[in-house]
């Protein structure tokens, strides 16, 4: 594909255009094309040039460009960037300028890449639809009175509309995979420890992971080995090597022991999703897949437990609000508690309030063990869900999302049945194992359905051979 | 379950100041949502150990050395409010509740 990330990085590094041009295009892409779906929060105009222009000064001196050279990344606004504004899609954080860059953002630079601005999202990644941004939700490049999913959905909505020819999101509990299956986009939750988290501005620390999101799998590959490795700077970085991912989308998938998990066929499943993601599966068995139906049995009861722990750990993270130094402060009475519940009430959207309260009464005195402690439990038999149908087969294939993209403002009064949207990527969350949804095909009306392959942990390379293997049969279309 | 919950007290542990009309909505909410999470007494976890993480066994340790962080000015620079080479903060008396 012309536009991909693995084809402008060869471009660049033959030379046969500059990183300066890649950049410009797209920048003008954004410029004519983002007032329409509100991808970004803010464009690094003069930033990204700047970026473009040292990677060519750095090809005209001789030097061997990385993997990554010349190609326009958009990157998720809670993962920082020194000198770029980064909020979290809060108003908390509305004029934040972090004065370092997240490590993630540290190894695109070397790899040679070009930040070219900052997306849209749930304000602190809580939402599954980016309508609880303090700045305004994003769109669907498919059909713009529909979200991209969340919380990650202005880096897949940049991705599908090829703003960008990837992007990073981060993944607390399917804010990568689902956006991307909403907009036909490659989406990947690292195995948790793949990728550091330093300066990810952080929601739930049990479970948040960045990951990359691409016009197709091999760029979503690339993205990933160039972000994945240990960093001492994150407590939760496993130290094992980056694999080699891109050669791994060429690996045959003749004799992998797919599951299909039957609890992801239930009740509230779209008919169309259903038959899309059956159909991808059929195409998988036909290129030698050797497929078999198996049971999570805990699976209905991943959404309760995820809903405890993580705003539990929300509200233990979000408790550094507190307007003393940085974000906003609003300060009416001069004293110091006023201040804090002042600048927490005015900075927090309402759905961060929900979660830092229900996080707040989870862990508090009385409640502690019947709802944090409990639901650690389920957690790990959540987890020996995954350890025991692993022991069977190579890769779980699944729908991504329950439905296609919604109506915006379909859910948003309702938070437990925005909370149920997340149902097929929360339980891989809680495991700990890597996950992605790639494209398979679309409904009746067009929206994009992703499909959604879950791997043991570590064995990315797996996964991304089977996503290549479905990519094949169903390649990734780009919006009318 | 509980019957009621206390949203203003959640709310005062928590640091955030909620109008009456926040109170109320929230805790509507959060009654349905807690509703919701108690089907997690359906199962018997006697015995299962909790998951606080889930790869505690494979993390490496790294060496406690100090190592160059930001510059008091970057540190500063975010403030709202800075007060000689610290941040400034209003007032505070605790009361002897």
């Keep these: 594909m012309a536009d991909s990330v693995v084809a402008i990085a060869e471009r660049v590094r033959r030379g046969e255009v500059t990183a300066e041009q890649v950049t410009t295009e797209a ?195 690339r993205l990933l080995s160039v972000i994945a490795g240990h960093d001492g700077r994150d407590s939760t970085s496993l130290d094992v090597p980056a694999g080699d991912w891109e050669t791994a989308c060429g690996r045959n998938v003749k004799g992998l022991r797919v599951g299909v998990p039957e609890e992801y066929f239930a009740e509230g499943l779209d008919p169309e999703v259903a038959a899309s993601a059956r159909a991808a599966i059929a195409a998988l068995e036909r290129e030698g897949c050797v497929v078999r139906s198996v049971t999570l049995p805990h699976t209905r009861y991943a959404v309760a437990t995820y809903y405890v722990l993580a705003t539990a750990e929300a509200s233990s993270n979000l408790a550094r609000f507190d307007g003393v130094r940085y974000g906003l402060r609003v300060d009416p009475r001069h004293e110091l508690r006023a201040m804090y519940g002042a600048t927490r009430d005015a900075g927090f959207g309402a759905e961060v309030k929900r979660r830092i309260l229900l996080g707040t009464f989870v862990l508090s005195a009385g409640y502690y063990d019947a709802y944090y402690l409990k639901a650690q439990k389920v957690r790990t038999l959540v987890r020996r869900d995954f350890e025991a149908v692993f022991r069977d087969v190579d890769v779980l294939c699944s729908p991504a999302s329950p439905t296609p993209a919604f109506r915006l403002g379909e859910k948003v009064d309702d938070p437990l049945s925005m909370y149920l949207s997340d149902i097929y990527t929360l339980p891989a969350s809680l495991a700990g194992v890597p996950a992605m949804s790639v494209p398979c095909t679309p409904t009746r009306s067009g929206l994009p359905v992703g499909l959604q392959i879950v791997a043991r942990p570590l064995d990315e390379a797996t996964m991304l051979a089977v996503a290549a293997a479905c990519e094949a049969a169903f390649p990734c279309a780009s919006p009318p | 379950m509980p019957d009621l919950i206390d949203v203003h007290h959640v709310a005062k542990l928590a640091s955030l ?65 800075v007060d000689g080479d610290g941040f400034a903060v209003p007032t505070f008396v605790e009361s002897a509740q």
């Design chain 2, 17 to 81: 100041t909620l109008s009456d009309a926040e109170a109320a909505r929230f805790e509507g909410e959060l009654r349905k949502i807690v509703a919701f999470v108690a089907q997690l007494d359906e199962l018997d976890t006697t015995g299962v150990p909790p998951t606080a993480h889930v790869q505690l066994d494979r993390l490496p340790v790294r060496n406690d050395e100090v190592k160059p962080g930001l510059s008091h000015d970057e540190a500063l620079a975010q403030a709202p409010s």
């Design chain 1, 27 to 221: 920048l003008g892409r954004i410029a004519a094309k983002d007032g329409a779906l509100h991808a970004f929060l803010h464009v690094a105009h003069d930033a990204a040039l700047e970026q473009a222009r040292v990677v060519d000064a750095k090809r005209a001196r001789g030097e061997t460009l990385g993997p990554m050279a010349g190609v326009p990344v958009a990157v998720k606004d809670a993962i920082c960037t020194r000198g770029i504004r980064s909020t979290a899609g809060s108003k908390i954080l509305g004029s934040y300028v972090p004065p370092y860059d997240a490590a993630v953002i540290e190894r695109l630079r070397a790899a040679d890449a070009v930040v070219v601005g900052k997306t849209n999202m749930d304000e602190f990644a809580m939402g599954s639809s980016t309508e609880n941004s303090a700045f305004g939700p994003t769109r669907n490049p498919w059909d713009t009175t529909r979200t991209p999913g969340g919380s990650s959905g202005g880096s897949a909505a940049a991705v599908a509309a090829r703003l960008a020819p990837c992007a990073l999101g981060s993944d607390t509990g399917g804010s990568i995979r689902q956006p991307a299956s909403l907009t036909g986009t490659v989406g990947i939750k690292p195995t948790y420890g793949r990728v550091s988290r330093y300066g990810l501005i952080a929601f739930a620390s049990s479970l948040d992971q960045i990951g990359p999101v691409a016009t197709d799998v091999r760029g979503a590959a």
